[in-house]
């Protein structure tokens, strides 16, 4: 089926730096979306971004966020500073115009803020 | 407060036998869909069903709108079937969907 790809699988970096989290979304999707998984716990809703802009986001998605897509490549997910909170898997999702209801999910990538 | 429920938590079931995971939300439906999260936590899309009942294999998923409630059902259980199963719905007011807290399923033999 339709795959998802996020780069990296694990990112281990310290406190107050910057990290950037990448996500190839199916190819013909132009609906993408971020959320946050903390071990162990609830799938969190983090920003919801089409046709280059910030739909919805959620109280998680904080000042040090941003989301951007330039020129159709990667799907990507800033933290700058990071802070020790943040450590979770962040899961990316793509949906297809007329079935923006329908989200493919990538394998997450493992963020460690130390 | 919290829109989407499921139940149970958890499950052990010998192989062989049914189960039954529940979702309940407490706002109106516009979508809802079933995934299964790997033990190392991947998601895959088990069923979109919005309304009404689906069929795919081993497995059926029924949404009752007026009810409020979705049920996923797993006949004959297998070992591969462990893991978390995970509801997440749209509300008619939202743009994106809300995941319950899942049900974690534990197949033995």
């Known amino acids: 089926g339709p795959k998802v790809l996020q780069i990296p699988s694990h990112q281990i970096i310290d406190m107050g730096q910057m990290v950037t989290l990448n996500c190839d979304p199916v190819s013909n999707h132009l609906y993408f979306y971020w959320y946050k998984q903390i071990l162990g716990q609830q799938m969190e809703f983090l920003v919801n971004?089409?046709?280059?802009?910030?739909?919805?986001k959620s109280k998680l998605f904080k000042d040090q966020f941003s989301v951007e897509r330039p020129d159709g490549s990667y799907f990507t997910l800033k933290i700058q500073p990071t802070a020790l909170e943040d450590s979770a898997v962040y899961f990316c999702a793509s949906s297809s115009p007329g079935q923006e209801n329908t989200l493919y999910f990538g394998a997450g990538t493992r963020l460690s803020v130390l | 407060g919290q829109q989407v429920q499921q139940s149970p938590t958890s499950l052990v079931l010998q192989e062989g036998e049914n189960a039954e995971l529940q979702c309940n939300f407490s706002t109106s439906l516009n979508s809802m869909q079933w995934f299964y999260q790997r033990p190392g936590g991947s998601l895959v899309s088990v069923f979109y069903?919005?309304?009404g009942t689906k069929q795919s294999g081993r497995l059926t998923s029924t949404t009752v709108i007026k009810e409020r409630r979705s049920s996923l059902h797993i006949s004959s259980s297998q070992i591969t079937d462990s893991g978390t199963y995970l509801c997440a719905m749209e509300s008619n007011s939202g743009t994106y969907q809300r995941f319950g807290t899942g049900t974690k399923l534990q197949v033995v033999p």
């Open positions: 971004f089409y046709n280059g802009k910030v739909m919805e």
């Open positions: 069903n919005p309304s």
